[in-house]
């Protein structure tokens, strides 16, 4: 549906009030509505990178999920303020693991007797206080476009892996760029015992994975990917690392958020393609590249809203923007000095791979 002129008045009416004082920051994910008023777009490495770029700028305005705003306090000054429109745009794969999980988690790795040789790689998509564990014993961020330069440089650190929370990104990376088996994975239940693991499993393993998902990108399942290669001849399905192993295996391409983008613009005319990701992203591309003869579809007829990127939506940006404009701070999101401090080693360490 079209956005209510009234909001879209009062949106730029706020934003060119604020100036220079406000940058918005958009996730590939976000509704058209929001997307319209970002400043800058993209995945989540791109807008960790991003968000740095305006240290002017008193107020950032993330239009994402809460790590991500997380991210951009870690990595800015401690003068600008980040603001998440609505509180409740989380993320149910970063909810997956906690910071007690993961300090029992590494418990059960030092009782093995393996944790001098485990080096953490968490996915951007966790908690500052998961990201703080991962600076402090030695580990790095990464993202999905970086997932393979993130465990080379941890491979030459250690001989082992703890990758978290996304037990998909985790093997797809091992298996399909770094020709692991999946035998040298063992999945880290944390709702079990020691993790579900016995010792033994937990020494012959290369890649621990941290047993979390993408709720949106799990849903993509292998008949998706049959389906549509029948249904439409010549498709070249291009999937997110996040879908499960079995799916990315099938796909003809694979990547981030912004490698889908940069591949459907170098797509030639009259070429076909299924996309497995958030759905907001699919169809915003489908618009767009119609005009160029190029067919978009959604791999799975199942709609695949991610429901808390969703949740920023035009009111809540308007009532974010007008707030800031009438000088009251709201939502903002502040991580500890403490959690900061570890956590932008981590992530310092993913900005400086090469
Ligand atoms: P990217 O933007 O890095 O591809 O991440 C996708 C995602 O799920 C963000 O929540
Ligand atoms: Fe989290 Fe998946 Fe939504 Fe990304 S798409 S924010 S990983 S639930």
């Excluded at 949106?11 to 400043?39: M, S, W």
Aim: hydrophobic share 45%.
């Amino acid at each position: 549906a079209p956005s209510d002129p009234d909001l879209v008045e009062r949106a730029r009416a706020a934003k060119e009030k604020l100036g220079d004082k406000v940058f918005v920051l958009g996730h590939h994910y976000q509704r058209d509505e929001v997307i319209e008023f970002a400043d800058v777009t993209g995945d989540s490495f791109k807008l960790a990178r991003d968000a740095a770029a305006r240290p002017d700028a008193e107020y950032i305005v993330f239009c994402g999920v809460h790590f991500m705003a997380e991210s951009a306090d870690i990595l800015t000054g401690d003068d600008q303020q980040v603001i998440l429109p609505d509180l409740a745009a989380g993320c149910s794969m970063a909810d997956m693991a906690t910071a007690e999980q993961v300090a029992e988690c590494w418990d059960v790795l030092t009782e093995a007797g393996i944790a001098e040789q485990v080096v953490p790689v968490s996915y951007m998509n966790s908690s500052a206080d998961i990201k703080a564990f991962t600076g402090k014993h030695g580990g790095t961020i990464c993202t999905s476009s970086n997932a393979k330069r993130a465990l080379d440089w941890a491979f030459e650190q250690g001989e082992k892996v703890l990758f978290l929370p996304d037990q998909h990104l985790g093997r797809n990376t091992a298996v399909r760029d770094m020709g692991m088996s999946l035998d040298d994975c063992v999945v880290y239940n944390p709702h079990k015992p020691g993790g579900g693991l016995t010792a033994d499993e937990l020494r012959a393993a290369k890649m621990i994975l941290w047993r979390g998902h993408c709720s949106v990108h799990g849903r993509f399942s292998l008949d998706s990917v049959n389906d549509v290669r029948e249904r439409i001849p010549g498709v070249n399905v291009l999937v997110h690392p996040e879908c499960k192993h079995e799916v990315v295996a099938a796909a003809d391409y694979v990547g981030s958020t912004e490698y889908i983008i940069k591949a459907l613009e170098a797509a030639p005319r009259g070429s076909k393609w299924a996309i497995g990701t958030e759905l907001n992203l699919v169809r915003r591309l489908a618009n767009r590249f119609a005009a160029e003869d190029k067919e978009i579809v959604f791999l799975d007829k199942t709609v695949c809203f991610c429901s808390t990127m969703n949740r920023i939506d035009l009111p809540h940006l308007v009532w974010a923007l007008e707030s800031l404009a009438a000088g009251k701070v709201v939502n903002r999101i502040q991580v500890d000095n403490e959690t900061e401090s570890f956590a932008k080693l981590a992530l310092e360490r993913m900005l400086a791979l090469p």
